[in-house]
């Protein structure tokens, strides 16, 4: 088992591109979750998914959209890059009932100039 | 508003006991989680406290009281590998996770 994966690993963007991160598990999770992580701080929740075709705003969801099509499937987009969006995004999944026990992506380590 | 506090560093020495405390501050709790992170990877999961007492597992521990809303990591005969980042995460009000901003582990030979 693969367990979570994300692509890509890295990216660079210009201030004003869009791009989308993928995130996949082979875990038959229900919820998947996106955090962003900066120098310094902790993860912090950005959009979050408790099953196929839903998605919720998480503590700072301005700027990103999501959709979860299938169930393996979580994705993020960034509209229009802006610098303040530079950051590591880790994607995340649990099953329902044992939320507090996430199995956490590499990471995509993305920079905006 | 939500909040966790953890130091932001702890040095012990290789073969000791640390312990890495958390109190937080939420609106609804469900349980205290603590992840692992080493430098450029993932964040892991250590252990879960949904009830007051202290859960083992290994060489780690992890220890709740819900009415002093504080928790603790105890990682005992600590070995290099353990330098690492620490962060506890609460389950708060519609079930989301928040994160404290994490504890760096520095273990001296």
């Known amino acids: 088992n693969a367990g979570v994966t994300q692509t890509p690993k890295f990216r660079v963007l210009k201030t004003g591109q869009s791009m989308t991160l993928l995130c996949a598990q082979d875990m038959n999770h229900e919820y998947m979750y996106w955090y962003r992580q900066d120098p310094g701080m902790g993860l912090r929740l950005i959009h979050y998914s408790v099953g196929e075709g839903t998605t919720a705003k998480g503590e700072v969801p301005d700027g990103y959209n999501v959709s979860r099509l299938k169930k393996q499937n979580f994705l993020l987009g960034l509209e229009s890059a802006a610098p303040s969006q530079t950051s590591v995004y880790f994607c995340a999944s649990s099953l329902p009932d044992v939320q507090d026990t996430q199995y956490f992506g590499p990471g995509t380590r993305l920079t905006v100039l | 508003g939500q909040s966790l506090e953890q130091p932001s560093e702890v040095t012990a020495v290789e073969g ?3 312990q890495i405390n958390c109190t ?5 709790f469900y ?3 603590w992840y692992q992170q080493h430098d450029g990877g993932a964040p892991t999961f250590l252990s879960y ?3 007051d007492g202290l859960e083992e597992t290994g060489r780690f521990s992890s220890f709740l009281s819900r009415s002093d809303s504080y928790g603790y990591l105890l990682l005992q ?3 290099m590998k353990d330098s690492a980042s620490y962060f506890c995460a609460v389950r708060a009000e519609d ?3 928040i994160f404290g901003k994490g504890t760096r582990l520095h273990i001296l030979p």
């Not at chain 2, 937080?24 to 609804?28: C, D, E, I």
């Open chain 2, 16 to 18: 000791a006991i640390v």
């Open chain 2, 49 to 51: 406290n949904a009830l």
């Open chain 2, 95 to 97: 079930d989301k996770i």
């Open chain 2, 31 to 33: 349980g205290l989680s």
């Open chain 2, 24 to 28: 937080y501050q939420t609106s609804g």
């Open chain 2, 77 to 79: 005969e600590l070995q």
